[in-house]
C-alpha cells in the first residue's frame, strides 16, 4: 500500500463536533459544524492484483469497532460479546483436550 499512498483520496464526513464558545461553555451542536478526513481498508482493494469477496453472515464474522466504551453500539464491549457467543457456538463442533 505504501506506493499507492499518493493515490488514496480522503472521504469527506460531515460531523458535529463538540466545542467551546466565546464564553467558554460547552456546545453541541444541532447541525454538522466540521469536517472528518477518512481513509477506509477498503480503498486498497483496487491496487491488488488479486482480491476476492467472501458472501458471509454478518453476525458470525463481522463486529465494527467504530465508537467508544459507553456507546450504544460498535464498542469494545459489544465486540467482546460478539465474540464470546461465536465461541459458544463453535467450540462444542471441534473436540479439543485442555492440558
Given at each position: 500500500?505504501?506506493?499507492?499512498l499518493?493515490?488514496?483520496e480522503f472521504?469527506?464526513?460531515?460531523k458535529k463536533?463538540?466545542?467551546?464558545?466565546d464564553?467558554?461553555?460547552?456546545?453541541d451542536?444541532?447541525?454538522p459544524?466540521?469536517?472528518?478526513?477518512?481513509?477506509?481498508?477498503?480503498?486498497v482493494f483496487r491496487?491488488?492484483?488479486?482480491?476476492?469477496?467472501?458472501?458471509?453472515?454478518?453476525?458470525?464474522?463481522?463486529?465494527p469497532?467504530?465508537?467508544?466504551?459507553?456507546?450504544?453500539e460498535?464498542t469494545?464491549d459489544?465486540c467482546?460479546?460478539?465474540?464470546s457467543?461465536?465461541?459458544?457456538?463453535?467450540?462444542?463442533?471441534?473436540p479439543?483436550?485442555?492440558v
Amino acid at each position: 500500500m505504501a506506493k499507492h499512498l499518493d493515490d488514496l483520496e480522503f472521504h469527506v464526513a460531515e460531523k458535529k463536533i463538540k466545542c467551546v464558545d466565546d464564553s467558554g461553555h460547552a456546545v453541541d451542536p444541532a447541525k454538522p459544524n466540521g469536517i472528518k478526513m477518512e481513509m477506509f481498508v477498503f480503498d486498497v482493494f483496487r491496487f491488488s492484483p488479486q482480491f476476492s469477496v467472501l458472501l458471509v453472515h454478518r453476525d458470525e464474522d463481522f463486529s465494527p469497532l467504530k465508537n467508544a466504551p459507553g456507546a450504544k453500539e460498535c464498542t469494545p464491549d459489544t465486540c467482546r460479546q460478539d465474540v464470546s457467543f461465536l465461541l459458544i457456538f463453535f467450540f462444542p463442533l471441534f473436540p479439543f483436550v485442555v492440558v
